[in-house]
């Protein structure tokens, strides 16, 4: 089985530096990991979003700018999604001219794997912070029939994780968890399952690293290159790498390191049980 080796990188937060986040050195550490790029050679970089932290107008684009210039010095092809920072001030089409790409979803042929990069709604309403991220129907028919059609296994990337797995300990989202998913994220998990191919899927936003599966599917959350909360101050200067053959061997660097490994399938699990309610329910029918 052919190797596909990727790097990755998400959350740059290029700008003014916050109590949790070093944008002020995201410049400086990118360029580390372009070396890194340079050095290792992959055969693609997956950057998954909030490339900056917003400002306005004019400092955004100036400050996405400066980022698109460093990935355009590196060898390896750049796919690029959108974060919910990119889109505050700026359309997606203003981010396409930036980056030099369009950024609607595709489905990347990847050797013996395909990448599915679902590139959904990431603009949060912020009227009714409490729902989080809304998904669009088209966006979830897409998802579906890239899901129905894999003739390979699948890594499935998005900005948003799609797990909705716990934010205990989450300096961002312990007290705001619909803002780190989709509201449609049960709906979301269900198309994945009934997907005929092992489905890994690999995301950014909430600034730590995760393993969470769920139906025997394995969603993984790659640290922020900028981000202190979990590092004591510093940036965390974290990247990763995916091989992905028979297996997928996961690695993230910098000064919060991470590796998973697992051999994926197609194996759904046994559903859940039902709750008490339905216990109590059957028995009153039966004393009845």
Request: net charge negative.
């Amino acid at each position: 089985m052919i190797t596909t080796r990727i790097a990755i990188i998400t959350d740059i937060h290029h700008g003014p530096a916050s109590a949790t986040k070093s944008g002020d050195q995201a410049l400086g550490l990118l360029k580390n990991f372009a070396e890194f790029v340079h050095k290792e050679q992959p055969d693609l970089i997956l950057e998954m979003g909030d490339r900056i932290s917003d400002v306005d107008g004019d400092t955004d684009i100036k400050n996405q700018t400066e980022i698109a210039e460093i990935f355009k010095t590196m060898d390896s092809p750049v796919f690029h999604i959108c974060g919910n920072h990119d889109r505050v001030n700026l359309s997606i089409e203003q981010n396409e001219v930036i980056l030099g790409q369009e950024l609607a979803s595709e489905v990347i042929d990847a050797g013996d794997w395909q990448i599915v990069l679902w590139r959904a709604n990431t603009k949060i309403d912020f009227s009714n912070i409490n729902v989080g991220f809304l998904v669009d129907n088209h966006e979830l028919i897409w998802l579906e029939h890239a899901m129905k059609n894999a003739d390979k296994p699948c890594l499935v990337v998005s900005h948003v994780p799609l797990s909705g797995h716990s934010q205990i300990g989450n300096y961002y989202f312990e007290n705001q968890p619909a803002c780190s998913k989709y509201d449609a994220d049960r709906d979301i998990r269900a198309i994945l399952a009934n997907c005929p191919q092992p489905v890994i899927c690999l995301s950014g936003h909430v600034h730590w690293n995760t393993v969470t599966n769920i139906n025997g599917i394995y969603y993984l959350t790659q640290q922020s290159l900028t981000e202190t909360f979990t590092t004591q101050g510093k940036p965390a200067a974290a990247w990763g790498t995916l091989e992905l053959n028979n297996s997928v061997n996961w690695n993230v660097y910098g000064y919060d390191e991470f590796s998973f490994c697992t051999t994926p399938n197609s194996e759904r699990w046994k559903d859940p049980r039902p709750g008490k309610a339905f216990y109590k329910n059957l028995h009153m029918q039966i004393r009845g």
